[in-house]
């Protein structure tokens, strides 16, 4: 059976620009030494164009199984361009009941992304800043490898 070198290009090529992503920010920072400090607050900061358009924000979290909790807590603040700001109390179940780890694993690490926004609309264009602050009563916390922030496009919203 002969098979058109050039149809497989074109269909790999369309393959590849559908799964393209199209996070406005998408980013992790390492904890230091797996032990999440109250003190150690990730920054990441994201330029907003369109202020029209809904989004949905997840926050991002990696665990070892040396962390001593089934969830964490962790504040989201957002600083907006015109200097306001708001804070998110966002909750991550990171095991079952039985006490078996939730996310996606690779070996001993356990990844997760817990939407914590959908369908929201920017304030105003212009640059945001967030930050990531663990809200547990222990300090530091042990088991947390990294922590960051995805925003995208709220699709279901903008195929109507």
């Not at 530091?140 to 960051?148: L, M, R, S, T």
Request: with cysteine; glycine share 4%; net charge positive.
């Amino acid at each position: 059976m002969k098979v058109n070198f050039s149809f497989f290009l074109i269909a790999c090529f369309l393959g590849l620009i559908s799964c393209s992503d199209h996070a406005l920010l998408d980013r992790n920072k390492a904890i230091e030494n797996n032990l999440w400090l109250n003190k150690n607050v990730p920054e990441f900061s994201v330029n907003v164009e369109d202020a029209n358009k809904p989004y949905n924000l997840y926050l991002n979290l990696r665990n070892t199984m040396e962390y001593p909790f089934s969830s964490i807590y962790v504040l989201v603040h957002q600083k907006n361009p015109d200097a306001s700001k708001k804070t998110y109390r966002v909750k991550v179940e990171l095991s079952n009941r039985e006490g078996l780890w939730l996310g996606k694993s690779a070996g001993a690490i356990f990844n997760h992304q817990a939407r914590f926004l959908r369908g929201y609309f920017f304030p105003d264009s212009g640059t945001y800043t967030f930050q990531l602050e663990q809200n547990m009563r222990l300090d530091p916390i042990p088991g947390i490898n990294d922590v960051g922030l995805r925003i995208e496009p709220d699709i279901r919203e903008t195929s109507k």
